[in-house]
């Protein structure tokens, strides 16, 4: 069963402005994390958030958590077009399995 | 430093058939996990190898299964091909030995086995 959940599903923006996408759960986690994906290739590690962190930025990327609404966002600021990709945040499974689960993520376009 | 690497990159197969798709692991690293991701949809978590045993399985029947080698390189072969399994596999590697927890590993992933079931 999904475990995170990304909103929205599409987001089309222009270059220079900020796009935002959030992730909501349904269980206790210990750390959450964000991947992206260039069209046909494989995930890359964008940030890992642990439960006891609020916010973490990475260069462009910030992401928040809040572990009482089960959600966390991605923020990219100044977009770029080759930010266009998909982005899926993901979970450990129910229990603190190491196995992480994926939601079905948000596909980003960034016109130029 | 070379990345995870995963063969074949394409792959036709017909139903009923078998297939067996390869991972090496990103240097440094001991631990695999392959997932199943169909088209506009987030992968989904086949199963995790450590030190050459089956340590986590998702919901996925026993036509797949999975092998690791003292090499950490890993094999996933699927029996009975369905028109379902039509996917991208992925694999993903991380470094558990010495990790105190290691769910809070970063997964490094490979481009994939795109695999078409006729």
């Known amino acids: 069963s999904q475990q995170g959940e990304e909103d929205p599903q599409a987001l089309s923006i222009q270059e220079g402005e900020n796009a935002t996408m959030n992730c909501s759960y349904k269980?206790?986690?210990?750390?959450l994390q964000w991947y992206r994906q260039n069209s046909g290739r494989g995930l890359v590690h964008l940030i890992l958030i642990r439960s006891n962190e609020r916010e973490k930025h990475s260069g462009r990327l910030r992401v928040t958590l809040d572990t009482s609404k089960k959600s966390s966002s991605l923020l990219i600021t100044a977009s770029r077009a080759a930010d266009t990709a998909s982005y899926f945040c993901a979970t450990p499974a129910q229990g603190g399995s190491e196995k992480l689960v994926f939601g079905k993520g948000t596909k980003l376009t960034v016109n130029p | 430093d070379a990345g995870v690497t995963q063969s074949p990159t394409h792959l036709i197969k017909t139903r009923g058939q078998q297939v067996t798709l390869r991972c090496s692991p990103k240097?440094?690293?001991?631990?695999v996990s392959w997932y199943q991701q169909a088209l506009g949809q987030g992968p989904q978590f086949i199963f995790q190898y450590y030190e050459e045993e089956e340590r986590q399985r998702g919901n996925f029947p026993d036509r797949f299964s999975g092998h690791q080698f003292p090499n950490y390189s890993s094999e996933l072969n699927v029996n009975a091909l369905l028109l379902g399994d039509s996917a991208l596999y992925l694999c993903a590697s991380s470094l558990r030995q010495g990790s105190l927890q290691y769910s809070n590993q970063p997964q490094h992933f490979g481009d994939g086995t795109r695999l078409s079931i006729l």
């Open positions: 240097s440094g690293h001991d631990t």
């Open positions: 269980t206790s986690i210990n750390n």
